[in-house]
């Protein structure tokens, strides 16, 4: 069995994962760790090393607010249960799972998680890649920088660095991708068969990297999990900023910090900079203040509507989101206010708008009437500007709505499929029950097959073939929707997504 391979740098030595036809290797520099002078700095070449690294457990965890790991939150319950998990700005780390019998050749995929750009890390327990690494797959899941200490912009740090004035948490998953693409035939994979994929803000941040010119031939698949957010209503979501507001933002949290240079805001220790972040949030609300920033250099435009742009990188996009979450409505609270909306959005055509809802609406009916997932709305808009495209990739389009069980009754709440196409349904304090492990099962599956092939479509684990999962097209929208078990269902627009399509800016 492999447990000792050759990258880069030097040696890496990994362990048996539970199954022991599986090596995992944690806790792989990717890049010089981020401190000091490399703080705000786009990731620099990692040293080389003596003997083995012994890759033995996950690095520390990005700088972000402390875990509470408290059981009446949510996300805290769900995998976020280790107020003391070690965390440090030295982090960028990722970490392996491959077959060790040998084999070559291999698909990769390399997982960015979530957080809102905020929190998040590659160490949560649904992100165990082995039961992917199972089928046939080296899996990657990366650590990247989050909040100011990977979203900061800064006129002195333009000015030092104007290659890599921003988005250093982008940056980043780039350098880990080109890491991978470098030193993964060494764990048996293929370095011109990667996928990259993502869910929430790891999603997002597929999309930031396919509209990045530079990753040009980087990777050959996408997978956006809950993370494509083309506003069914106008709307400004505040996750993607421009680069002058997002200097004068830089210039602010300086003056908040006490500091009138890089060179003293990068002599503040991590801690005390983490806090003075969290303060910052009170006042001005931390996921509006770092983000994403269209800086001319890495991103040119607004990654949230990546399908727009013809020169993105191309290829097979697999997408979707649970049947819950991002519902968005008319920004309106009476009759009075939804009128002034829709005159204001849509013009002349402001009369059938209204037309869709009760005469003299309150608030509730209007969250009634005017629900619609931003998401699946932005697969339909994907569809539609791919079919009419001179040059069309693979679109599939999935829903999640099985039925979650546990005591709070959450329903398909966000980030809850995690832990089925990860298959690791066994790490959860939820009693699941085996139509959920079947379900788990069958879109690992699905999400094996694209990572190999770029179609969901072949069989599964017992040799027999998936239902099939046809492309979502303008003219036939179809996805998947994986309920008690998967199944492809018809998706023609209700008059209400009719209309906001044939007034979407596509």
Not at 185 to 203: C, H, K, L, M, R
Not at 463 to 492: I, Q
Request: glycine share 8%; net charge negative.
């Amino acid at each position: 069995m492999i447990r000792r391979v050759h990258v880069e740098n030097g040696w890496v030595k990994g362990l048996p994962a539970a199954d022991p036809r599986i090596t995992s290797y944690k806790g792989i520099p990717f890049a010089a760790p981020p401190v000091g002078e490399n703080r705000w700095r786009a990731p620099q070449p990692c040293a080389d090393w003596q003997g083995d690294l012994e890759a033995y457990a996950f690095s520390p965890i990005p700088m972000q607010a402390p875990i509470s790991a408290d059981p009446n939150n949510l996300y805290d319950r769900e995998w976020h249960v280790d107020k003391e998990i070690p965390m440090s700005e030295d982090c960028l780390y990722l970490n392996v799972w491959a077959p060790a019998d040998g084999r070559t050749g291999m698909p990769v995929f390399v997982w960015y998680f979530g957080g809102g750009l905020q929190v998040g890390y590659s160490a949560e327990m649904e992100f165990d890649g082995e039961r992917l690494a199972r089928r046939g797959i080296v899996v990657v899941t990366v650590n990247y920088r989050v909040n100011a200490f990977g979203f900061l912009c800064h006129p002195e740090i333009t000015a030092e660095n104007p290659d890599a004035p921003a988005n250093f948490g982008f940056l980043d998953q780039q350098a880990a991708t080109r890491w991978v693409k470098r030193n993964i035939a060494a764990f048996g994979g293929d370095p011109n068969n990667i996928t990259i994929g993502g869910q929430s803000a790891g999603g997002m941040s597929v999309s930031a990297q396919m509209t990045c010119p530079g990753n040009q031939g980087l990777f050959q698949r996408a997978i956006i999990q809950s993370g494509a957010f083309q506003p069914p209503y106008p709307a400004d979501f505040g996750l993607t900023h421009d680069f002058a507001s997002a200097q004068k933002t830089g210039e602010k949290f300086f003056e908040f910090l006490g500091v009138k240079t890089l060179r003293e805001a990068r002599a503040i220790d991590s801690v005390t900079l983490r806090d003075k972040m969290l303060a910052w949030e009170g006042i001005h609300g931390w996921a509006k203040s770092f983000g994403e920033v269209v800086d001319g250099v890495f991103s040119l435009r607004n990654s949230q509507q990546w399908f727009l742009q013809e020169d993105r990188v191309r290829v097979p996009v697999l997408l979707g989101c649970t049947d819950s979450e991002f519902k968005a409505c008319p920004p309106a609270g009476n009759a009075q206010q939804l009128r002034a909306f829709a005159e204001k959005a849509y013009g002349p055509d402001a009369g059938k708008f209204l037309a869709l809802f009760p005469q003299n609406a309150d608030e509730a009916a209007i969250r009634e009437k005017g629900a619609v997932s931003s998401i699946d709305f932005a697969c339909r808009c994907a569809a539609i500007v791919n079919q009419r495209s001179a040059s069309p990739v693979p679109l599939y389009a999935y829903v999640f709505s099985a039925d979650i069980p546990g005591w709070d009754h959450p329903g398909t709440f966000h980030s809850v499929d995690l832990w089925f196409f990860f298959e690791t349904l066994a790490k959860c304090w939820r009693p699941f029950t085996g139509k959920h492990y079947d379900l788990a099962r069958q879109m690992c599956d699905y999400w094996a097959n694209f990572i190999k092939t770029g179609d969901p479509n072949g069989l599964d684990s017992h040799g027999h073939s998936l239902p099939h999962w046809d492309k979502a097209e303008a003219d036939h929208p179809v996805r998947m929707n994986f309920a008690d078990t998967a199944r492809p269902e018809d998706c023609p627009p209700d008059e209400l997504t009719a209309f906001l399509l044939a007034h979407a800016d596509l």
